[in-house]
């Protein structure tokens, strides 16, 4: 219990309790990487998460909430926004040590890099259409495709038709299809497969993601 006293002779008798805790320690950060902007859901593996009553991740010296994820005891956050250097070329990414804490104040002397990286961009990709059966190689042409950890590829997502494609043959509009990896050849360039369609004449937008998570 701690209690306290005014004198130094008569003590408090509510009994009050302070509970000490062994370091929290962080070991993997997931995904390593996220745009410039935050809003990357990011989970911190460790040891010694439990036990805690203030959770927090903080990145370099921006502090955020985090949370205990049941299914491993990892720490999970959203990213802060990076803090901008206008000396700094967009499309040059910019590190930060991220660490943990289980109280609001000591955090972990394992600091972990987390990257930050400007949004891709994606001017053309070839070809614009394939087998229903899937399996075609899409090589998508761009700038900053580079720039992350975990590149992927998604196929699909509801979508208002447009009136040009009012003008076309019927296509079925569908909602999520499927998302697949992505190889990186260089930072204007990457590609992945097509997934199999759910039907013929199957139109879907196609975004890339440099972290597996935003897209």
């Known amino acids: 219990p701690v209690e306290v006293g005014l004198n130094g002779g008569q003590f408090s008798t509510e009994g009050l309790r302070y509970t000490y805790l062994p370091s929290v320690k962080a070991l993997v950060i997931d995904p390593p990487s996220g745009p410039r902007n935050g809003g990357t859901a990011v989970a911190i593996l460790g040891a010694d998460t439990l036990g805690g009553v203030d959770y927090r ?36 990414p910019s590190a930060v040590l991220a660490s943990v804490t289980v109280n609001g104040q000591d955090y972990s002397t394992d600091q972990l890099p987390f990257v930050y990286h400007s949004a891709p961009i994606v001017s053309h990709i070839y070809p614009q259409s394939g087998s229903a059966r899937g399996g075609n190689v899409i090589t998508i042409s761009g700038h900053g495709l580079s720039l992350g950890s975990q590149p992927r590829c998604r196929y699909g997502h ?22 697949v990896s ?34």
Not at 168 to 178: D, G, S
């Open 57 to 92: 991740c903080k990145f370099n010296g921006s502090i955020v909430p985090a949370s205990v994820r049941t299914s491993d005891d990892a720490l999970v956050c959203t990213t802060p926004p990076a803090v901008t250097n206008a000396t700094l070329d967009d499309f040059v």
């Open 158 to 179: 509801a979508s208002r038709p447009s009136l040009a494609a009012y003008m076309q043959p019927p296509r079925v509009q569908a909602t999520l299809v499927a998302t």
């Open 182 to 215: 992505a190889s990186v050849l260089n930072g204007n360039t990457m590609i992945c497969h097509t997934p199999m369609a759910a039907a013929p004449l199957q139109t879907v937008p196609l975004e890339v993601s440099l972290n597996g998570q935003q897209f």
